[in-house]
């Protein structure tokens, strides 16, 4: 890889043109990205019959992107601040792309694990946007815009099922992907048309050791809590697994912390504002994916359970929907609660929020509208907790490194959404009942794991009461450009 500029960061003061299409462009970017997560969905339990594969085997097309998102996300951080946020956002885009059409044209296995790893290079995209924000526009609007393009995760994870369900139903398979590709060049075509180059980068060779470092432990790590179910939590292969999770990435670190420009700087990492906003994005990660594993399963069971509910695919979608309209709605007020009180009292109040909508719903299940309520109510929490944690990323790290530090924030929420689905996992195969000749997870293994979610948003709570103080009820548009301010000292030097 060849070096980038050195000490190429500048902080101009002119506006940049068109900032006013930048918003919603990322926006409708981050929607796009998100959407692909929820795509296959619909079509899981008949994969392996469209593939002409075995059940497990078929599971890699979700696998697949789960480690290509987890592997891409802070490279193409590094690389967006090293060489162009708006270059690096495009060619996530353009992977989208290229994987919806080998996903679209596939009917074997091997060309769509292909795709569905290309779509998850594509995972970036909205650390990438935020961090161009960063860039592009004045002080004031950058907290609702921030909290706008982080809505746009729950937006398009919450419409995308409706949305592929509908597909699925009407259509051939293959035209999930292609409407996939479809929206992607969409958003690409708007994303060189209206968004501006950020002139802010950082200098220097890029980190392929530490690169692939990183690769190999979080494949480790994420292989081994997404396949410990199917291949047993205390198997030889989990085990193994585990372990070199964590021999690899403590080299991994020891290396980092050794090299000039590392893909990761750990200094930064540990800074206690982003150590402590990393660690409760964990769980706030593993709280939001808490009620996706529920809500759809307990909408779809068959009212003869006794607490199932008997509804269509599409209408467990529908009934989702609303919550991610609800982020969206609320991320000016996500805004203004930071504006005057500061991301960290914004975080922890938008956890609060995602802990009594979970308490609701535990007590509060044998009701469509319960779940619509519920799921609304843990929706805004989501919405402000995920306003919050760029903002809060952002006043700790110069802007040079901004790229790289959302993207790893993103991964920290990731790797709790994947500990959710691992958790969820055994509880749910644990308490069982009996259906006829099947077992199916009772109501009390459903409750279980909504106390969970609601246990986790009450732990990020907590983690997030150790957040330093920002400086101010301002504190978080002055910290942003208190951190531009010491990334441009290396341009003085």
């Not at 000490?7 to 003061?13: D, I, Q, R």
């Not at 504002?273 to 909408?299: C, E, K, Y």
């Not at 519920?374 to 790229?403: D, K, N, Q, R």
Request: aromatic fraction near 6%.
């Amino acid at each position: 890889m060849s070096d980038a500029p050195e000490n190429s960061v500048t902080t101009g003061t002119a506006a940049p043109p068109r900032t006013g299409a930048v918003v919603p462009v990322l926006a409708l970017s981050g929607i796009v990205v998100s959407l692909m997560q929820t795509l296959v969905i619909p079509i899981v339990g008949q994969l392996p019959q469209y593939l002409n594969a075995s059940a497990s085997d078929a599971a890699w097309a979700v696998t697949a992107t789960l480690l290509a998102a987890a592997v891409a996300t802070p490279v193409m951080g590094r690389l967006g601040d090293m060489y162009g946020k708006r270059r690096m956002l495009l060619l996530s885009m353009a992977m989208l792309v290229v994987g919806s059409v080998v996903a679209g044209l596939s009917d074997t296995l091997v060309p769509m694990i292909v795709g569905r790893a290309l779509q998850g290079l594509s995972s970036g995209v909205i650390p990438l946007g935020i961090s161009i924000l960063r860039d592009e526009l004045p002080a004031e609007r950058l907290g609702s815009a921030t909290a706008m393009i982080s809505a746009s995760l729950g937006v398009g994870g919450a419409l995308g099922l409706p949305l592929a369900a509908l597909i699925a139903d009407n259509f051939d398979w293959h035209a999930l992907f292609w409407t996939s590709a479809a929206l992607g060049v969409v958003a690409l075509v708007l994303v060189l048309a209206l968004v501006p180059e950020s002139k802010v980068r950082t200098g220097g060779r890029f980190d392929l050791v530490g690169a692939v470092g990183m690769a190999a432990g979080l494949i480790c790590l994420l292989l081994a809590i997404s396949k410990g179910g199917d291949w047993g939590w205390t198997s030889g292969t989990t085990l193994g697994l585990f372990a070199a999770s964590v021999v690899v990435l403590l080299a991994w670190g020891f290396f980092e912390l050794r090299t000039d420009r590392p893909l990761v700087d750990l200094r930064t990492t540990a800074r206690p504002q982003v150590l402590i906003t990393n660690l409760a994005s964990v769980a706030i990660g593993f709280a939001m994916f808490s009620m996706s594993l529920v809500i759809p399963q307990v909408l779809q069971l068959p009212e003869q359970t006794g607490y199932g509910l008997g509804q269509s695919l599409l209408s467990a979608g529908l009934v989702m929907a609303p919550s991610g309209l609800v982020m969206m709605a609320l991320a000016p007020v996500s805004a203004l609660v930071t504006r005057a009180r500061g991301p960290k009292v914004t975080l922890m109040i938008g956890a609060l929020i995602v802990a009594a909508g979970y308490g609701l719903n535990v007590a509060m299940m044998s009701e469509v509208w319960h779940f619509v309520l519920a799921s609304c109510v843990i929706g805004a929490g989501i919405g402000f907790c995920y306003g919050a944690m760029p903002t809060l990323i952002m006043g700790a790290v110069p802007a040079s490194e901004t790229g790289a530090a959302n993207s790893l924030n993103t991964l920290m929420r990731s790797i709790g959404t994947s500990v959710a689905s691992a958790v969820a996992g055994v509880v749910l195969a644990q308490m069982t009942t009996r259906f006829g000749p099947y077992a199916l997870p009772s109501e009390d293994a459903f409750r279980t794991v909504l106390a969970l979610g609601a246990g986790a948003a009450l732990l990020g709570f907590v983690v997030a009461a150790f957040i330093p103080k920002q400086r101010g009820a301002a504190g978080a548009e002055s910290a942003v450009t208190a951190g531009a301010a010491e990334a441009a000292e290396p341009a003085k030097a």
